[in-house]
Each structure stands twice: as structure tokens, then as C-alpha cells.
């Protein structure tokens, strides 16, 4: 079936969010974040800083990619309320998308006027960041449900809740432990670099965090993926529904990616493009799994 307008849109303005999220992981990485000072939503305390350096070019070009995404959804609401009748699920996840586009603005700015940005080492900003990963799990999860209802996708029944529920449940808690674990990892790659390992002394409790999880956060992406892999096998190869096999076949090639991309993240001890690379097929990861819930929850077989 042809997508429409709106369908077409919603999906181009998923990917946009993708490319924000992405330059935002550039930001912590290059630790930009600071480049701004203390200073939201305005950069140095201008609106367009004035001979601005290459931390404050970065930081302030997240923050204008980040407005657009916030005037990005506003039209995704608009556009939905003028497109689908009262009730429709387009609407109340477009509203959704709003709602965490917000929450996900006010976490940003209050890396910022908190100053848990660049060199910062602290427990605040240990906690920050699976916060900050949780939001934008369910950002993407309700832009990705906004574009997939509009574009065919039914809705829940109650029997595809009772029989699957618990399964893919799991599955939708494991990849948040893996992501809200891999988020302080790739906080402590920055702070931490595993090259620089040997002249760092470790003094605090949220450094120590920082170092010890690296070593945990493979192993436990690899066992509680497993869990992830099986289940979606269990659809890909039981399913009398070919859009189902077709996501859960797609939810495993893109894991397994995500293993092998992880893999070389250790390896060649996470440069700054790999790290960005892991994110990003950490999101695809979960945009797949969301759209596999989704139509799994659908289903009345």
C-alpha cells in the first residue's frame, strides 16, 4: 500500500532524529558540551555567538539541529490531528512524540545549566545518562509508532497482549538495561580512555563506576542479547504473518551487526566515529524491536 503525506513525512522526520542523536553522541564524545558555557537556550549568552571555537561551533550546531526537531514535531502534530479523526492511534502517538520531544529538551538543558558536561565527574552525571537514554528510547519509539500506524499498522487486541506480553516484555527490558549500561560506558570512554588507562587515578566513586562498568557492559550486552535473538527467532520462524517474520528477521540481522560493531568498539577502544556507529545501530536495534511489538501485539493468530 502507498504511504501518504503523512506517513512519508513521519518517517523522514524519524530519520532526522536519528542524525540529531547521533551529533549529540559527537557532542559528548568530543566532551563539546560545555562549548556553550553555562548557558540555555542561548549560546555564551547570545543568540548566535560571536567568534565562536570548534567546541562552541559543535554544541551550539546540536542546538540548532535540536530546534528544528522540536519544530519538527510540533508540524508531526499538526500535521496528524489534520490528517486522522479523533481517537486514531497516529494522534495520541504524534502527541506522545511532543510530549518527549519536550522532557527530552529539559534533560539537555539541564546538562547544560547543571554543568554535567565535558570534563564533569560526578554521580550526577553517571545517573543523567541512562535517564537521558531512557527519554530517547521512548522518543524514538513513539515517532517510529506514529509513522508505522499511518502507514497500515493496526492496532493492539487484547489476545495479541495475552499471548505475547511476557516474551516480548523481556525483550523490551533487556535492551534497556544493555542501552541505559552502554550509555554510562560510552560516558566513561570519553572521560576514561582506555589508551590513557595507566596515568589515571581513580579517586571518586562515579570514576570508578565509570572504568569498572566498561568491563561489565560487553558481557552483559552479550548474555541478556541472546534473550533478544531467540525471541525474535521464535517469531521470524513460527509466525503465520509474513510482516512479522520480516521484522523479527530484521530485529536479529541488525543485533547481530550491533555485536559485531560492539565487538570492534573494545577492540580498537572506542574511537570517537565507532562510538557514534554503536549508537546509532543501538537505535536501529530499537526502532525494530518497537515495530515488532507493535505488530506482534496486532496479531490475532
Not at 14 to 37: D, K, P
Not at 122 to 145: C, E, K, Q, Y
Request: aromatic share 10%.
Amino acid at each position: 500500500m502507498p504511504l501518504n503525506a503523512f506517513a512519508k513525512y513521519a518517517w523522514g522526520f524519524l530519520s532526522y532524529n536519528l542524525l540529531v542523536i547521533i551529533w549529540g553522541a559527537y557532542v559528548r564524545a568530543t566532551g563539546s558540551g560545555a562549548g556553550c558555557g553555562r548557558h540555555w537556550p542561548v549560546c555564551q549568552g547570545e543568540v548566535i555567538p560571536r567568534s565562536p571555537g570548534a567546541q562552541t561551533l559543535i554544541e551550539y550546531s546540536h542546538r540548532l539541529s535540536s530546534g528544528l526537531a522540536l519544530l519538527g514535531v510540533l508540524l508531526l502534530v499538526i500535521f496528524a490531528f489534520k490528517t486522522y479523526p479523533k481517537g486514531h492511534l497516529v494522534r495520541k502517538a504524534s502527541a506522545w512524540s511532543l510530549l518527549l520531544m519536550l522532557t527530552e529538551a529539559g534533560l539537555g538543558a539541564g546538562l547544560v545549566l547543571f554543568e554535567l558536561v565535558a570534563d564533569d565527574v560526578s554521580m550526577a552525571r553517571v545517573f543523567s545518562m541512562p535517564i537521558h537514554l531512557t527519554n530517547t528510547f521512548l522518543l524514538l519509539g513513539a515517532i517510529s509508532l506514529t509513522a508505522w500506524w499511518a502507514s497500515g499498522g493496526q492496532a493492539p487486541v487484547a489476545q495479541g497482549w495475552s499471548k505475547n506480553v511476557k516474551k516480548i516484555g523481556g525483550a523490551i527490558l533487556c535492551l534497556f538495561l544493555i542501552g541505559m549500561s552502554g550509555a554510562v560506558t560510552a560516558l566513561g570512554d570519553t572521560l576514561f580512555p582506555v589508551d590513557q588507562m595507566g596515568e589515571l587515578l581513580v579517586d571518586n566513586l562515579a570514576a570508578q563506576v565509570l572504568v569498572e562498568l566498561r568491563i561489565f557492559h560487553p558481557i552483559f550486552a552479550v548474555l541478556t542479547g541472546f534473550y533478544i535473538i531467540f525471541m525474535a527467532i521464535s517469531y521470524e520462524r513460527r509466525s503465520l504473518n509474513p510482516t512479522t517474520r520480516k521484522l523479527g528477521r530484521n530485529l536479529i540481522l541488525i543485533f547481530l551487526l550491533q555485536l559485531v560493531v560492539g565487538s570492534f568498539n573494545v577492540i580498537l577502544k572506542a574511537p570517537v566515529g565507532l562510538q557514534m556507529f554503536h549508537l546509532f545501530i543501538a537505535d536501529l536495534v530499537w526502532i525494530s524491536l518497537v515495530l515488532l511489538t507493535a505488530q506482534v501485539l496486532s496479531q490475532k493468530e
